[in-house]
């Protein structure tokens, strides 16, 4: 079993930056495959990135790409999302989920899901 907790969640004024952490326990990471999603309210759960067990691979959706930089410190049990030149339209609460498997961005193949931090991008 693997306990994710995620923090630094906040509120940004639009064209800032935030940085949020995801925090395991019960496992070593490495074994993990890591995601984050995100969930803007009436919507349904976005992927927003993933990187893959030894963080030398990530891949993002088309809308963060060039702003949002995953990684991850094994050492630590963490992944971060650093997100820069936030927009309106990243407000959403941000989840990071582990998978067995690599480089997967549909929620359905993660089997470890943290309860999320809350992102508000003020304008």
């Known amino acids: 079993q693997v306990q994710l907790v995620e923090s630094g969640g906040g509120l940004v004024q639009a064209g800032g930056s935030l940085r949020l952490s995801c925090t395991a326990s019960?496992?070593?990471?490495?074994?993990?495959?890591m995601a984050w999603f995100r969930q803007a309210p009436g919507k349904e759960r976005e992927f927003v990135g993933t990187i893959s067990p030894s963080g030398g691979a990530t891949s993002y959706v088309d809308s963060v790409k060039g702003r949002f930089t995953i990684s991850r410190d094994n050492a630590k049990n963490t992944v971060y999302l650093q997100m820069n030149s936030v927009k309106s339209e990243d407000t959403a609460i941000y989840y990071c989920?582990?998978?067995?498997?690599?480089?997967?961005?549909?929620?359905?193949?993660?089997?470890?899901w943290g309860r999320g931090t809350q992102v508000t991008v003020t304008s």
């Open positions: 019960g496992r070593a990471l490495i074994f993990y495959g």
């Open positions: 989920a582990a998978s067995t498997r690599m480089s997967r961005t549909s929620a359905n193949e993660y089997n470890y």
